[in-house]
């Protein structure tokens, strides 16, 4: 059974890529990049696991998600298991976004982690690069947050739809209240009512 090591999750969200969307942060990257807006995302150990039937059934769940984003961390280290993600929630109609601190190049190299070229063969959008501190955009119309990352589009579908924004923030509210912050100011709290924890797109 594939299974997802994930740092957090909410649907409907409509600053991590085009319409309202499921968005998986998984957990682990080896860049520790300055400035990176979720170091908690760093370190590999164990944090939420899931099976990819249990992801696929919570983005199903919702008839809200058009889409689904995955971020991080970094979602190519958990490729095979993505992959199967992605194919499913596609098959439902839905489509499909990943954030990546590699190149489409390197994701294409030799040296791409394992299954990565399976996960980007289920790609709708690739938003590529490490986050680069001296490149940081903060523009309210700029779908990237550093000037050397790019919006790689696989489906001309969604060519005229790169209308969202990393410089924006956006909360959700739990039923338990518990809330999460995400975007590029927000970055990405995880926390209880009274304080949060930094995650991120």
């Not at 942060?25 to 899931?50: D, H, K, T, Y």
């Not at 998600?65 to 961390?73: D, K």
């Not at 298991?81 to 190049?105: D, E, P, Q």
């Amino acid at each position: 059974m594939a299974i997802l090591n994930l740092m957090g999750y909410v649907n409907r969200s409509e600053v991590n890529g085009p319409g309202k969307r499921a968005v998986v942060w998984v957990q682990g990257c080896l860049r520790e990049c300055p400035g990176c807006f979720n170091p908690a995302s760093w370190p590999f150990e164990p944090n939420q696991i899931m099976s990819v039937d249990e992801v696929v059934e919570q983005i199903l769940a919702d008839p809200a998600n058009e889409g689904v984003t995955f971020s991080g961390g970094e979602p190519f280290w958990q490729a095979p298991a993505l992959a199967i993600v992605a194919y499913r929630v596609k098959a439902a109609g839905l489509n499909t976004m990943s954030f990546s601190g590699f190149t489409l190049g390197e994701l294409q190299g030799p040296n791409a982690p394992p299954g990565a070229q399976k996960l980007l063969d289920q790609l709708d959008i690739l938003v590529d690069g490490p986050f680069v501190e001296s490149l940081a955009i903060h523009d309210p119309t700029s779908p990237v947050s550093s000037r050397n990352q790019r919006v790689r589009v696989f489906n001309p579908a969604l060519q005229d739809r790169i209308n969202w924004a990393s410089d924006q923030v956006e909360v959700h509210i739990f039923k338990d209240g518990s809330r999460l912050v995400t975007g590029y100011h927000g970055q990405l709290g995880l926390g209880d009512r009274d304080g949060s924890q930094p995650i991120d797109n």
